[in-house]
């Protein structure tokens, strides 16, 4: 039995937990807003891999909002949900919460979306599944 675009796209979410560690902060003792992309770059991904069992590429990333800084030694829980489905795209949404370690206090840091593309073996764009 297949599942609804619903049921897909519940089953797509994606969370990964990272710890920040000084080797990934800047001056500030922040995590690099580079980082944060690459981390949200790779959620996505995986996120719309799920989705359409395809294989999909990053063709753009759309606003990010840096809310909250991220400092050195806190966790990060990213959350990657498809947003919108286009008959070759899939667009995701990200986001970065912030942890402390040793409390419960937690909140969001980092929003963006990102928009994947299914492609065969030759790169060219493919119809979602």
């Not at 937990?17 to 902060?25: D, E, I, L």
């Not at 840096?66 to 070759?88: D, Q, R």
């Amino acid at each position: 039995m297949s599942k609804t675009l619903e049921e897909r796209k519940a089953a797509a979410e994606t969370r990964i937990f990272k710890a920040v560690f000084p080797n990934t902060t800047n001056h500030y003792d922040t995590l690099f807003g580079g980082t944060a992309l690459q981390l949200m770059d790779e959620v996505a991904f995986i996120c719309a891999t799920r989705f359409s069992r395809q294989k999909v590429v990053t063709v753009s990333s759309d606003r990010v909002d840096f809310k909250k800084p991220i400092p050195s030694g806190t966790l990060v829980e990213l959350v990657a949900n498809v947003h919108k489905v286009g008959k070759t795209s899939i667009v995701v949404s990200v986001e970065i919460f912030v942890e402390e370690m040793y409390s419960e206090k937690r909140e969001q840091a980092v929003h963006g979306t990102f928009t994947m593309v299914a492609v065969d073996d030759e790169k060219n764009p493919v119809a979602v599944c």
